[in-house]
């Protein structure tokens, strides 16, 4: 028997209450008879006391019986008979790997998922889902006890949150389509509401917790080539918690910070004057319940060891950017392009020109012909003021633009969605866009020859563009199961996860998807190595104090499923009805007799 309401067999509690009332004794009162002889002879004596002794009457039981049966009908008690074919939902999010008592949510998830399915018998039938990054089942046919456990045993969380769907109308759904006899739950979101069909099984409890939520590595000037960071961190707990936070590269500490963090609240921790390293992690030194969100990574500014492509009719003004340390510079003539080997390199710069088509590869378009797709240049004009720039952004950062004074320029009208980043009084200078990952860069001006020191403003400009073709530091854009775009492949590239999986990229693959663990990703190319750092973004997954509940509500009248559950609980309902009746009549008669005992008079003989 199963209790499809157990909440309400709480009021099974309150039963003892009823005898309060056959316990409590009336006050005695004082009255005037001609002879007390009466009352003598029974023995009767009164008491002041409010508490006698227990004389209940059999009206009682037959209360307690009443009481009793509205309880279990408002548990909603069912029969059920063994199922024979389920599925199990298992939560794979992240909060999953939140420790209880020294073992993880998953952990017990997986032994609650072993009990279930020792009901089900030998000859049943389990088909398996995940619910992270989808709803999706693991298996395209139905398993076998022994192969489900199997599967379950080695099932473990991504570090990914939960996709936002309306988890009970969903798994209604799935019942119905797919006829399960029962679809079991096992997560760490609580239930609400009931279903005939549907069980939620809840593992875990509620936790405080702290957790990184922000972390970005950039240089600190351009004079300056040492490092400067930040990390955030969040307190999702009812009081103020102390932390260290640890700043790593390659395996060393370089440096840490002391935080006080307010309940409910978040604080900063800024680092400078460390060296560069090609990526960075950030972490709480004392761990918690969720090691997950304890760490978090990036990547350095990538400007310094690059390949570039220059498309360009005068490649001496291009050739300057090779005084950039760790730049390496090919130059082809516009003629020579479509000839040319393109793969390996991170940046194209179409100097003066442009392809017929967009690149895979990110692009420059510096003054480009007028046909551009992007964006058309319009006419020319000499010493060009600068009006208006988008801030804060990487292409504009420790600029002063009232020194900033393009000698010659042709302000752009764009013809494709994008953004204006530097913009003059007669149209954009800087126009940045970005297609299916690619970003591209239009300019009405040319920052070339690089000068360095010479000209300060504009080579500020020329190393923050290079930066933010290549800057994979930037929180936004590094969540847990965001594609990698890997653009042109070579033959022999790798790309090796953070859990040391090493995967052979094939010719044609345009991106990466399987990004599901936190950490660094780093491909491997001849003669040089890409790194890409991925993080839980989903700040609700650190908030382990309250998880949003799993809404269930079964349909009326549905009977597309096939069901193993025989409701009884309207029999115990007209049971209590039938009941109350019985005692409501029992009761008026022994009130009507109890009224006219005392209306007889009493005799008293002299």
Do not use: C
Not at 356 to 373: D, M, Y
Not at 404 to 418: H, N, Q
């Amino acid at each position: 028997m199963e209790f499809l309401n157990p909440i309400a067999l709480l009021g099974l509690l309150a039963l003892p209450l009823l005898l309060i009332p056959y316990l409590i004794r009336r006050k005695p009162r004082r009255m005037v008879f001609s002879s007390v002889l009466l009352f003598v002879a029974s023995g009767a004596q009164a008491s002041g006391r409010p508490w006698g002794r227990v004389n209940l009457p059999p009206i009682l039981f037959l209360q307690l019986l009443l009481l009793a049966l509205l309880v279990l009908a408002l548990s909603e008690p069912v029969f059920s008979v063994r199922p024979t074919k389920i599925a199990i939902v298992l939560d794979n999010s992240a909060s999953m790997q939140a420790l209880e008592n020294g073992r993880t949510r998953m952990e017990l998830a997986q032994h609650a998922a072993d009990s279930v399915i020792s009901e089900i018998g030998s000859a049943g039938q389990v088909d398996l889902y995940l619910t992270t990054p989808r709803l999706a089942m693991t298996a395209a046919a139905a398993l076998s006890p022994t192969q489900a456990r199997a599967i379950i045993a080695r099932i473990g969380a991504y570090d990914f949150g939960d996709p936002s769907i309306e988890h009970g109308a969903v798994l209604e759904r799935l019942a119905r389509e797919q006829k399960y006899e029962r679809v079991y739950v096992i997560t760490d979101h609580p239930a609400r509401g009931h279903s005939a069909t549907v069980r939620v099984i809840t593992v875990g409890r509620t936790h405080g917790n702290l957790a990184l939520t922000g972390f970005e590595v950039q240089r600190s000037s351009l004079a300056n080539a040492r490092m400067e960071a930040i990390v955030k961190i969040a307190n999702f707990s009812d009081r103020s918690e102390r932390a260290k936070i640890l700043l790593k590269a390659n395996g060393a500490v370089l440096a840490n910070r002391d935080l006080s963090v307010e309940a409910d609240g978040t604080a900063t921790a800024n680092f400078e004057g460390f060296t560069e390293h090609p990526t960075y992690e950030a972490a709480i030194e004392s761990g918690d319940v969720l090691p997950l969100d304890n760490r978090r990574f990036t990547v350095g500014p990538g400007s310094r060891n690059l390949q570039v492509l220059a498309v360009t009719p005068r490649p001496q003004e291009i050739r300057s950017l090779r005084s950039i340390p760790g730049l390496a510079l090919e130059l082809v003539s516009p003629a020579e392009y479509e000839n040319s080997q393109r793969t390996g390199h991170g940046l194209e710069i179409f100097h003066f020109s442009a392809p017929a088509t967009l690149p895979r590869n990110p692009a420059l378009f510096i003054l480009p012909p007028e046909n551009h797709s992007l964006a058309k240049p319009g006419a020319p004009e000499s010493n060009v003021t600068v009006s208006s720039w988008r801030e804060p952004h990487t292409l504009t950062r420790y600029i002063n633009f009232s020194l900033f004074r393009p000698t010659y320029a042709r302000p752009l009208k764009p013809e494709s969605p994008g953004e204006v980043v530097i913009e003059s009084p007669n149209g954009a200078l800087a126009f940045a866009t970005e297609r299916q990952g690619v970003r591209y860069l239009t300019l009405g001006f040319d920052p070339f020859p690089y000068l360095g020191r010479d000209n300060l403003p504009m080579s500020v400009f020329t190393l923050n563009l290079l930066d933010w073709f290549f800057d994979t530091g930037v929180a936004g854009s590094q969540g847990t199961g965001e594609p990698i775009s890997l653009g042109i492949v070579q033959s022999g590239e790798t790309l090796t996860t953070p859990r040391g999986e090493k995967i052979e990229l094939k010719s044609g693959m345009t991106s990466f998807s399987e990004t599901f663990y936190q950490g660094i990703y780093r491909r491997s190319r001849p003669g040089q190595d890409a790194y890409y750092a991925r993080n839980l973004l989903q700040v609700h997954e650190s908030d382990l104090r309250a998880n949003a509940p799993i809404l269930l509500e079964a349909e009326a009248g549905d009977t597309s499923s096939p069901s193993v559950l025989f409701s009884f609980w309207p029999y115990l309902l007209a049971a209590a009805l039938l009941l109350f009746a019985f005692e409501w009549l029992i009761g008026s008669r022994m009130h009507f007799r109890s009224q006219g005992v005392r209306r007889q008079p009493v005799r008293v003989d002299r």
